[in-house]
């Protein structure tokens, strides 16, 4: 209780004190949950691309590369933090042990899936404005309709332990001309048994992802659910996403056939099909997180307004797109919590009241002892 010693002989002073030290209180009660696995989100600049190795560690372990340009962590565009990492490919993009063209990273073996792990994600993609999401099929141009992709930004791959790995990974996940989409590989014909499309592409925005797993080989254990900017676009889908007697490891970056961008490659009437330049492509990756539960995912992950080089929350259309929540949609769409209760919003507005709190109960004591006001 509140006396007339010292803390009351000046009470516009405490409410001040009181103003300054609340807004720090949040740090503490921002610490990692327990239940977070593993971060990736750049934020250690230039050394979290690569030697984060060591079961435990954050950051990113080891690169697939030929040249610097290919992965870079930048300052602008972010979704989260200080940095984000821009990955690049083009023609030639090839490290000579592996096929087709690549600008790969991996993560510590934290990351390694074993049958019947479930385990909760999240991370922002953005695709520029000028992506291409489809290339002419090198082996069928005189087929306009036949296209290849322009290739995965996120991956989960199997590891052969200890083996080889031949054949395509079990899941992918990128961009095309018009959408984002999913494919479940099929282990005997390396291509995907199921292609999903799961929402319109949205150039220059950063698109908010949450994927919930539950790894196995079995088809009636395995299975995938995800959000995207807060829409469940893929409710819970049964079916296996490992193969058998295998693991799977995360991988992100671009990743497209080695054709795309062929200088020397010609239609049929003799017109080049590319120019001279590679056909780069470009996307940008930010905040990835690993959790056992969905909360630890979204406690991490606090989101506030849209990243500036995001765009307009109309995507420039001047229709309001999210409600008027901006991307804290997102987190009540999950579950995060009702009626405002969002991991981001929520907490920090709590803070916020607890100074205006402190004052009005002094307030309300001052006057019942109107003497301490004219102090």
């Not at 600049?45 to 950051?59: H, I, P, R």
């Not at 790995?165 to 079990?170: I, R, T």
Request: a negative charge; one cysteine or more.
């Amino acid at each position: 209780m509140l006396g007339s010693g010292p803390s009351m002989e000046n009470p516009r002073k405490l409410i001040l004190v009181l103003a300054f030290l609340v807004p720090g209180l949040p740090v503490a009660a921002q610490q990692t949950d327990p239940d977070v696995i593993w971060k990736g989100d750049f934020e250690a600049g230039a050394s979290s691309l690569s030697g984060n190795c060591s079961a435990g560690d954050d950051q990113w372990c080891s690169i697939e590369t030929i040249r610097p340009q290919q992965i870079q962590v930048v300052a602008d565009p972010v979704a989260q933090g200080k940095y984000a990492v821009r990955f690049e490919v083009k023609y030639g993009d090839v490290v000579s042990y592996y096929s087709d063209s690549r600008s790969l990273m991996t993560g510590p073996p934290t990351l390694w899936e074993n049958e019947g792990n479930e385990r909760w994600y999240r991370w922002q993609a953005l695709w520029p404005q000028d992506w291409v999401g489809s290339f002419p099929k090198w082996d069928e141009l005189s087929n306009p309709s036949a296209r290849s992709s322009a290739g995965s930004l996120v991956e989960w791959h199997h590891d052969a332990n200890g083996g080889v790995e031949h054949g395509s990974a079990p899941l992918y996940i990128g961009a095309g001309d018009n959408d984002i989409w999913l494919c479940l590989v099929d282990q005997a014909t390396s291509s995907c048994r199921e292609n999903i499309s799961l929402a319109p592409l949205q150039r220059s925005h950063w698109h908010d992802f949450i994927m919930h797993a539950k790894w196995s080989s079995q088809p009636n254990v395995g299975y995938l659910e995800m959000w995207i900017d807060g829409v469940n676009v893929l409710p819970k889908y049964v079916g296996p996403n490992m193969y058998p007697g295998m693991r799977n490891y995360l991988q992100v970056g671009l990743y497209r056939n080695g054709h795309i961008g062929d200088p020397n490659l010609l239609y049929p009437n003799g017109q080049h099909v590319y120019g001279t330049n590679g056909t780069p492509g470009v996307a940008y990756l930010d905040g990835f997180i690993s959790g056992k539960t969905q909360q630890s995912v979204l406690n991490e992950r606090p989101w506030g307004t849209p990243a500036p080089d995001a765009g307009p929350a109309d995507g420039g259309t001047g229709q309001d797109l999210d409600g008027g929540t901006g991307p804290q949609v997102g987190l009540a769409a999950v579950g995060a919590g009702g009626g405002g209760g969002c991991a981001s919003g929520g907490p920090q507005l709590a803070w916020l009241a607890v100074p205006l709190l402190v004052a009005l109960a002094l307030t309300r004591r001052l006057r019942i002892r109107p003497w301490k006001r004219a102090q």
